[in-house]
């Protein structure tokens, strides 16, 4: 089960540092990343890294403001969100996959491994 961490409220510019912990088991050959929910909207996907070679991949809704990275020690992966707009107003969730394409395709819609999210609210 993974546990997304670090969401709040900040103004329009503000920055948080979303924590993606695993309990039970270790990230290892996996690639992780980040979806998010807007209200009223579908899930989208945000980010992705590999555990391994930590490749990154990103939507182009965040390329250049967010920031996905990994603590091999902590077996945390983080998402160091930046320059936030009122859009990026959402509830943040993490998944694993087997590698990044896997994961980009994921159907949001019918994915049921979600685990808790974190709710990131953007004041304009």
């Known amino acids: 089960q993974l546990q997304a961490s670090g969401g709040g409220l900040v103004q329009t510019g503000g920055s948080l540092r979303l924590s993606c912990a695993t309990s039970g088991f270790a990230f290892d050959d996996y690639a992780i990343g980040w979806f998010r929910q807007a209200p009223g909207k579908e899930r989208e996907f945000v980010a992705a890294?590999?555990?391994?070679?930590?490749?990154?991949d990103y939507s182009e809704s965040v390329k250049g403001r967010f920031t996905i990275s990994r603590d091999i020690p902590k077996n945390t992966v983080y998402l160091q969100v930046n320059s936030l707009k009122p859009e990026d107003t959402a509830t943040y969730y993490c998944?694993?996959?087997?590698?990044?394409?896997?994961?980009?395709?994921?159907?949001?819609?019918?994915?049921?491994?979600w685990g808790q999210g974190t709710l990131v609210t953007v004041s304009s």
């Open positions: 890294i590999t555990w391994t070679a930590a490749t990154q």
């Open positions: 998944l694993t996959g087997s590698n990044i394409r896997d994961i980009k395709n994921i159907n949001p819609a019918s994915f049921r491994s």
